[in-house]
């Protein structure tokens, strides 16, 4: 596994854990689903709906993959098992990648503005100097938009753990 894919992992399973309490549960789930369908209040309930559900199943996926005491919980040492195996985890994370992008496009015209992309990001947790990076590298077009396409493929480079010099690093890299 590339150090680039578990600096990523780390990062996402912090911001997931949306209590702090260390571990993941479904409660961080409908938080964070909850702030994320917020930062898009332009968005149909279709979206809002859908992005709901992949949270939820993003959740559910986890817990039946990992929570073998069935404790309700998720560690960090479960959820990197999970998220670094593609096999496990493809539905889900496709779902998620999809939801969130299509959440980025309230009027449908397969584009994502800068600050609907900066605001929902931010609901998730990710430091405002890295999201703006992360956009640029998303090459946006001379209206300062990227493709929900560009962004769905994104989320799920994120996620595998054989790349790296991907546009997600930009998440991790510390910025000023």
């Known amino acids: 596994m590339r150090q680039a894919a578990l600096d990523r992992v780390k990062l ?18 409908e938080l964070m689903a909850t702030r994320v369908v ?18 939820r199943r993003y959740w559910t996926t986890l817990a039946a993959e990992l929570d073998a005491n069935h404790d309700g919980r998720i560690t960090f040492e479960e959820y990197t098992a999970c998220v670094l195996s593609p096999e496990r985890f493809d539905t889900a994370l ?4 999809e939801a969130l ?14 600050g609907l992309f900066v605001a ?5 947790g990710f430091e405002r100097a890295n999201i703006e990076v992360l956009f640029d590298a998303f090459q946006p077009s001379d209206d300062d938009q990227i493709e929900v396409s560009v962004w769905a493929a994104g989320i799920k480079d994120y ?3 054989d790349k790296a010099g991907i546009p997600g690093d930009h998440l991790v890299a510390v910025r000023g």
Do not use: H, Q, V
């Not at 496709?94 to 990648?97: G, K, L, R």
């Not at 992008?101 to 800068?114: M, V, Y």
């Not at 929902?120 to 998730?124: D, E, F, H, N």
């Open 120 to 124: 929902l990001m931010t609901a998730i």
């Open 38 to 55: 917020a930062a898009s209040p332009d968005s149909g309930e279709a979206a809002k709906a859908a992005m709901l559900a992949a949270f």
């Open 12 to 29: 996402i399973f912090t911001l997931l854990d949306a209590d702090g309490t260390g571990s993941l549960e479904a409660e961080d789930f």
């Open 159 to 161: 996620y595998s753990p």
């Open 101 to 114: 992008a299509a959440l980025g496009d309230p009027n449908g015209d397969g584009l994502i503005e800068r």
């Open 94 to 97: 496709t779902d998620f990648a």
